[in-house]
């Protein structure tokens, strides 16, 4: 049962424009949610995160949003660039401090 | 500040053999947490430290067992170890808060002949 979902296993964007990255959860008891970015042969490094009791944050290029109604969060990176090209993790954590990640989408921004 | 560091990077092992694998905190950080990454699964949690106690546990046999020190480093260790727990195995540390980020270390290759 899988309780984070990235629906989406790839996305390809050019460079400059928006690359929206989608989450969805089932859990209703989780209550922090983060986004990871992996390298190959590297392990993740922390992005962005978000407090249940929030609707957005915001940190540089980088935006997520939080849909706590649809179990929904994206994250926005604008503008993409080449360097951004990576799998990202969604993860969430709820009382018991360890986080569920989804399987990753892989980000391809095309110069 | 010096990040999450993991030793050894890459391991081989065959069958029925054991391994440890060990893992540093960000200094003051006091929770360690395992992951194990395939292909097929993706990342899942194996178990988190906190002051010496295992304070959570994923679905793991208990092949997959870890400990904690006083200075917070971990270690995780794989009993008779079969092809399938070939994986990225990763550590993560934080202060050890609900809210607080965990940071994770590069990894430690395993793989199983």
């Known amino acids: 049962d899988q309780q984070v979902k990235q629906n989406s296993p790839s996305l390809s964007v050019q460079e400059g424009r928006i690359s929206i990255l989608n989450c969805d959860y089932t859990n209703s008891m989780f209550d922090y949610f983060l986004w990871y970015k992996k390298y190959p042969a590297e392990g993740p490094t922390f992005l962005i995160s978000?407090?249940?009791?929030?609707d957005k944050n915001e940190d540089g290029r980088f935006t997520v949003f939080l849909n706590k109604s649809a179990k929904h969060l994206s994250l926005h990176i604008v503008p993409s660039q080449p360097g951004d090209s990576a799998v990202y993790f969604c993860a969430a954590k709820g009382s018991n401090y360890k986080l569920t990640f989804g399987k990753g989408t892989l980000l391809t921004v095309n110069p | 500040k010096a990040g999450v560091t993991q030793t050894p990077r890459y391991l081989i092992k065959t069958r029925g053999q054991q391994v440890t694998l060990s893992c540093s905190p960000i200094s003051g950080h006091r929770s360690v947490s395992w992951y194990q990454q395939t292909p097929g699964q993706g990342l899942q949690f194996l178990f988190e430290y906190f002051s010496e106690t295992q304070r959570n546990k994923g679905n793991f046999p208990g092949r997959f067992s870890g400990r904690q020190f006083s200075n917070s480093r971990s270690e995780m260790n794989v009993s008779t170890l079969e092809l399938g727990d070939s994986a990225l195995y990763l550590c993560?540390?934080?202060?050890?808060?609900?809210?607080?980020?965990?940071?994770f270390g590069p990894g430690t290759r395993l793989t199983v002949l």
């Open positions: 978000i407090s249940s009791i929030k």
């Open positions: 993560a540390s934080s202060r050890g808060s609900i809210g607080d980020t965990q940071y």
